[in-house]
Each structure stands twice: as C-alpha cells, then as structure tokens.
C-alpha cells in the first residue's frame, strides 16, 4: 500500500446504535439461551438436555398432527394459494378462526373480527404498537413472556408488572393491577393457560380479571397459545367468555396445539360483543399495521380450515396424556432435589416455574450464575427467572421426551448434591 499507515482512516457514520432495539432484544428468551447453548461443553457425550424451551416437535412422541401435514401438502398442490393475500389474511382462514372460537363463545364472532399474523409472538409485535399512544402503558404478567417486554420497549410504550401469585396457584394479584393503573393505562396482558407457570385460570378468576378491567376501562389482551393445553382439573375457559363484561383481544395461533410453530400461523380476534374494539378502531389499526409487517405465508393460511376441520379429538387427547405424564415427571423429580421447591404443581402449557434456594448451594450466586454453570458441567439447559421478571427462580419445560427429561432432571439433581453445602452434622 502507498500510503502506508498513512492514510487518513475513513469516518464511517454508521453503527448499530438503536439503543430500544439493543433493550429489546438483549432480553429477548432466545438470547438468554443462546448464550446458554454457547457454554455448553462439545466434549460431553450425553445427549443435551433441553429444558430451556419449548418446542415440543423435536420430539417423535409429540410429532405435528398428520392431518395438519396433509392438509398443508394439499393446500400447496392446488395451487390456489400462491399469491399475496389481504393484510386481514385469506377470507377462509378469518371464517375457520372465527368458527373455531365462536364454538366456546356465549356469542358468535365472523370473519371481520378475526385477523391472521404470523404467529402469535406477530400478534404481540401488532398489540403493542396499535396500542403505543404517547403516554400510553400497559399492564404485563411477572413472570412472563418477555416477548411482550422487547415489543413494548421497541415501540416506547411503557410496560409495568403486576404479580402472579405463587401462593395462589399463580393467580393475578388483581389488588396490585388496581394499584398499578392510572388514567394512562390501556390494557392488562394475561396468558391463559400459563407460560411461564403452568397454571389454568378458572371461571371465576377470569370473570374477576374482566369486572376489574371494566372498573378501569382497559382491555383485556388474553394470548391463548396454549388453548386447551389442559392436563389438570381445571377446564380451559377462553377469556371470551367474559367480552361483555370488558373487551378482549384473544390471541392465539397453531404453533403449540398441533405442535407446528415452524408453520408460523396466528391470529388475533376481537372477541367482544359489545363493538368496543370497533368503535375505538383497534381492528382497522391492526389490520393497518399487518400491511406494512411480515404475512404470515398464504399456503399455511390457505390450509388452516382444514387443519382445524381434520384434526381428531385423538391427536389432542394422546399429545395431552403425554404432556401430563411429563409434567408428573418433572413434578416428582423436582420434589427430589433439595435446593429447589415447585410452588404449583403444573396443570397446564408446557412449562413450570420453580424456586432455586441459593441458601444451600456453594458458590452459585444467583440463577443466571445456576444455568450457566449447570449448562456446562451437565448440559441441561435451563431458563433462567431473571430472564422472566423473577431472579432465583428457574423456568423448566417438559415439553421433552420423558426419557430424556428423566435423564435431564437427574443431572440437575447430581449438580445439585454436588454444588451442595456441607451440612453440619451435630
Ligand atoms: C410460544 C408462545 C408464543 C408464540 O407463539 P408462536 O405462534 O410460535 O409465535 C406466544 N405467547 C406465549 C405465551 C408463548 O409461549
């Protein structure tokens, strides 16, 4: 080179420098666990175990429901689905989510009311920025899904949390939303059954969170990805039921249920006889923001009727006896490792929380510090609590091959043992 050294270095004026999307997306769960992924120890020669997140179709014991794949590979063959479709979605998509809703509704829903996204995490995105008014906040779970965090802080529209009650089989601390709100608030979150606690609300919880939304005149947004993903006593009852009582905005999609969340495919509905989400425009915004954001592809939306229509009672009754079989797994494990205690059995989803007791560990020092250090010498990946709003807390899935959970959870027990205080024999 001539110049050597010399030349004048060039002043590029760029950078990634979007501080709300640095915010947003260090929080974001997969971050956390790629990081977690990335200690893992390539020398070990045990399977890893992935109790970090939840994605059920790893797994032949939980394989997409064949007629969902049959009704996709027809759907591309006919070739009715290969153009762009409305930003509301495709017409026969809208009509099947309506129906399929309207079943357990105390009134029916029609196409207008339903929208397609791109998955349900796309209808969090869509909420959170038709909802972004200035000043504008909304009311999030802790613990939750942080999704909602990263897509409320990348629009400014401020978030505050409200407790689940672990006590209380995590119910919400309806004191504590009364006491969050002021003129400004505009809706309260509630995921239904839980992720990240493995609850199902009942009847008469949800009935109370709809008359305290009504007293504050705020919306319900119930995000209900894991509908009927109910193993336990308590039945599934959408938040819906309740759209008379306040508006709700239910979200749902086909990732969880018919175990396909590589299919992409949600959507959001207003379930709310009364007309208040039309009134106050929330549909026409949501329909305004999905045409200008990603489509959830036409082929997938194409084939949702009959996805819905062919799926029989027996895929969802077997994926269910196996998901309580594992949640019993993990339960039972869990009540065998001394430093860690399960507030709720889990009822429900795929995911349990459970609370790390630091106090008869030696040198951990906090969850982050406890997954790290559990993902390299035992290569279980577990989420940390602090990733969801609760430090010392851990979330599990079981949403994993038993054998492969047992194995898991035995080692978290020997990491246990091993990392354990001496106890003091008197
Ligand atoms: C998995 C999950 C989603 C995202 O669902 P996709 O349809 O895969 O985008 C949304 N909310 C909760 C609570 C979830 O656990």
Redesign the pocket.
Known sequence: MENGGEAAAAKWRFGAANPALHAASSQSLRSIVTRLYDTLDHTDPRPVAPLGH?DPSAFACFRAAPAAVDALAAAALSGKHNSYARAAGVEEARSAVAAHLSRELPYEITAGDVVMT???????EVMMAVLAAPGANVLLPRPG?P?YESRAALCGLEFRHFDLLPDKSWEVDLDGVEALADDNTVAMVI?NPN?PCGCVYSYDHLAKIAETARKLGILVIS?E??DHCAFGSKPFVPMGVFGGTAPVVT?G????RWMV?GW???WIAATDPNGILRDKKIIESVIGYRAISVDPVTFVQGALPEIIANTDKAFFENAMDVMREAAEICYQKIKDIECITCPHKPEG?MFVMVKLDLSCLDGIHNDVDFCTKLAREESVVICPGSGLGMKNWLRITFAVDPPLLKDGLERVKSFCKRHGKTKEVN
């Open positions: 939840g791109a998955g349900c995490n796309h209808a969090i899904y999704m995921v992720n995000d990805v894991y979200m999609g086909i990732s969880k969340p992409r495919l949600g989803s």
